[in-house]
């Protein structure tokens, strides 16, 4: 008898090594690490979760009904074209379940999101890079690796961990350069902080094509990345599918509590996209005046290079030491780079002033 085994192309997957949360025997200063609003959650979104202890025994509305009302008209989109899922994660594992299998392929760009290869060798599928142009994704070089085994291409926009995003007209070259039976996957998970004339999160373009999806997140604006709770608009076919496709009770009665508390606390909201908008620009000039090469970001992050992978390890190690946890890349190919999250004030004048002592001293 032969041993077990399983499908091919899960034993290709590097498993996601997801943000350290602690330094070794020092108190954590702040944690940079995984993108979390910096201001943390909404004390409505508190307030919910702590009401919906009482009802624990419950079975969540499997529907995510008036979830999915709220989000229609926080966005101005109809509930019956939205699904909601334990983070955004949920619905790009389904919707790359649904629509790819063994000997297909999944296209993304080089810097992309690593849960999108991740997920393409999940079902026995072949990721395919397509290489950026300035840490930017390349609307030509995604077109030009279509073959008729492509399925799905995944675009986060803007993206983790580089922080650029493609225009609005990129995207839409992107989508009619396609062919109908591609699914495009624009996922939006910082759509909330950008404030560009020229961007466009995809929902206009949902509503103008069959073969596009968008998904959101809870957990970078919204401060609830621990709740875990995402969701995805999309033409009425493809939501059809992932209805049929995903768990029962894939929400849980907390988060979809929290989350409708979330999003009725505009000043909440406003308050994080604020504080971006302040310290994003802020410590991104600061690292430059350090001689480092932070990249352009729309995020509510920074990716910057050091010049080489010993010096970015070291700037790592050294931040560390200073209870500052930043974000090594190289699991995406970004070897002289580490990313860190927009936070508080404080916070980040501690990364500038641990990051002068750390150029200081390594010259
Ligand atoms: C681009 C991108 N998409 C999706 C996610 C997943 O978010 P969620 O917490 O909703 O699963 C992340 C999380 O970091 C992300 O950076």
């Known amino acids: 008898m032969s041993a077990l085994s399983p499908r091919p192309g899960i034993m290709k997957i590097a498993p996601y090594v997801p943000g350290k949360d602690s ?3 020092k108190p954590t200063i702040a944690k940079l690490s995984s993108n979390e609003g910096a201001l943390g959650p909404s004390p409505k979104a508190m307030a919910a979760y702590a009401k919906a202890a009482a009802e624990l025994h419950r079975y969540p509305d499997g529907a995510s009904d008036k979830l999915r009302q709220a989000i229609g008209r926080h ?3 109809d509930a019956a074209r939205i699904v909601c899922g334990c983070g955004s994660d949920e619905l790009i594992n389904l919707l790359i379940r649904a629509y790819c299998g063994p000997g297909d392929e999944l296209i993304y760009s080089q810097y992309g ?8 060798l999940g079902v026995g599928a072949t990721p395919i890079a397509a290489p950026e142009k300035d840490y930017r994704a390349d609307v030509d070089a995604i077109l030009g690796k279509v073959t008729d085994r492509t399925r799905v291409v995944c675009l986060a926009n803007p993206n983790n961990p580089t922080g650029s995003y493609i225009t609005r007209d990129e995207v839409r070259r992107l989508q009619a350069g396609l062919p109908k039976n591609v699914l495009l996957v624009i996922d939006a998970a910082y759509a909330e902080y950008v404030s560009r004339n020229d961007y ?10 069959d073969n596009v ?10 401060g609830m990345g621990g709740l875990r709770l995402g969701w995805m608009y999309g033409p009425p076919a493809v939501v059809d599918v992932i209805n049929r496709l995903r768990q029962p009770f894939n929400v849980n ?5 929290a989350g409708i508390a979330a999003l009725e606390d ?6 994080s996209r604020t504080n971006n908008d302040i310290w994003l620009p802020w410590l991104s000039a600061e690292l430059a005046k350090l001689g480092l090469k932070p990249l352009p970001s729309v995020g509510n992050f920074v990716t910057v290079g050091f010049g080489s992978q010993e010096r970015a390890k070291a700037a790592n190690d050294w931040l560390m030491n200073d209870g500052l946890i930043p974000r090594l890349v190289a699991a995406y ?6 990313r860190i999250t927009i936070g508080t004030e404080a916070e980040m004048k501690a990364v500038r002033d641990s990051l002068q002592r750390f150029v200081a001293q390594s010259k």
């Open 113 to 120: 999101f690593l849960m999108y290869p991740i997920n393409a």
């Open 253 to 257: 009665l907390a988060a979809q509590m």
């Open 23 to 25: 330094i070794d025997g």
């Open 200 to 209: 466009e999160s995809g929902l206009e373009l949902v509503d103008r094509a």
């Open 75 to 77: 966005y101005g989109l």
């Open 266 to 271: 505009i000043a909440h909201t406003d308050a």
């Open 213 to 222: 999806v968008m998904t959101r997140t809870f957990s970078k604006i919204y």
């Open 333 to 338: 190919g970004l070897t002289e780079h580490l």
